[in-house]
Antibody, heavy 121, light 107 residues
Framework: QVQLQESGPGLVKPSQTLSLTCTVS??????????WSWIRQPPGKGLEWIGYIHYSGSTYHNPSFKSRVATSVDTSKNQFSLKLSSVTAADTAVYYC?????????????WGQGTLVTVSS | DIQMTQSPSSLSASVGDRVTITCRAS??????LNWYQQKPGKAPKLLLY???SLQSKVPSRFSGGGSETDFTLTISSLQPEDFATYYC?????????FGQGTKLEIK
C-alpha cells in the first residue's frame, strides 16, 4: 500500500517561501506511470491543484500561481517537494501531496493526510 | 481553464435513500472525470475514475455516469459513513480542476 506524508513548517511569514516535502513509502517514486502532485484546500473551501512533477523532472504548474511555484524530486530519498514564494494570507491552506495515476484518465489515487500551513506574521 | 460546477451544493438525505449529485463541465471532457469523497479533517478519497469505473475497494452502491459535459454520482442506498463532501475533478486538460463540492448531510 502506497503511503504519502507531507512535512514542513506549519507557519510561514508573509512574503516568505513556503516549503513542503512529501515522502512516499510502499512504492517507488520512479515509476513512469505516476505524476506526483500538490493540491491545496483553504479552510472551509474547495480543492485547488497546484501542479505535478514526474520522476524524470518533467513538471507542470498551474498558471494561476504565476511563477511562484517550484517543484523538485529526489528519487534517492523517494521524496518530492514544493516551494511557493511570496506567500500571502490567501495561501493559508491544507496542502496535500498525492499520487497522480497517469493511466486513463489521470486521477489522484493516493493522498497524504495533509498539512496545514498558515501564513501570518 | 475548464470550470466544473456541481449541484446541489448541499443535500440532506436519510440512511437508505438514493441520492444523485451532478457535475457539469464548461466544455466537453469526454469521460475524463473523477469523483472523490472527503470527510472532515481527512484527505479526499478516490471513488470513481473515467466517469464510471469504481476504484478498488469502493462499495458498489457508488456509481457514476455521463460523458462530454454532464456527469452524475449516484449512491444507491445511503449508509451512515457516506455523509461527507463529494468533489468531481476533470483531467481532460491542464490545469486539472475540481468542482466546488457537494456536502451530503443527514436529514
Amino acid at each position: 500500500q502506497v503511503q504519502l506524508q507531507e512535512s514542513g513548517p506549519g507557519l510561514v511569514k508573509p512574503s516568505q517561501t513556503l516549503s513542503l516535502t512529501c515522502t512516499v513509502s510502499g512504492g517507488s517514486i520512479s515509476s513512469g506511470d505516476y505524476f506526483w502532485s500538490w493540491i491545496r484546500q483553504p479552510p472551509g473551501k474547495g480543492l485547488e491543484w497546484i501542479g505535478y512533477i514526474h520522476y524524470s523532472g518533467s513538471t507542470y504548474h498551474n498558471p494561476s500561481f504565476k511563477s511562484r511555484v517550484a517543484t523538485s524530486v529526489d528519487t534517492s530519498k523517494n521524496q518530492f517537494s514544493l516551494k511557493l514564494s511570496s506567500v500571502t494570507a490567501a495561501d493559508t491552506a491544507v496542502y496535500y501531496c498525492a499520487r497522480g495515476n497517469n493511466n486513463y484518465p489521470y486521477h489522484f489515487d493516493f493522498w497524504g493526510q495533509g498539512t496545514l500551513v498558515t501564513v501570518s506574521s | 481553464d475548464i470550470q466544473m460546477t456541481q449541484s446541489p451544493s448541499s443535500l440532506s438525505a436519510s440512511v437508505g435513500d438514493r441520492v444523485t449529485i451532478t457535475c457539469r463541465a464548461s466544455q466537453s471532457i469526454s469521460s475524463y472525470l473523477n469523483w472523490y469523497q472527503q470527510k472532515p479533517g481527512k484527505a479526499p478519497k478516490l471513488l470513481l475514475y473515467a466517469a464510471s469505473s469504481l476504484q478498488s475497494k469502493v462499495p458498489s452502491r457508488f456509481s457514476g455516469g455521463g460523458s462530454e459535459t454532464d456527469f452524475t454520482l449516484t449512491i444507491s442506498s445511503l449508509q451512515p459513513e457516506d455523509f461527507a463532501t463529494y468533489y468531481c475533478q476533470q483531467s481532460y486538460s491542464t490545469p486539472y480542476t475540481f468542482g466546488q463540492g457537494t456536502k451530503l448531510e443527514i436529514k
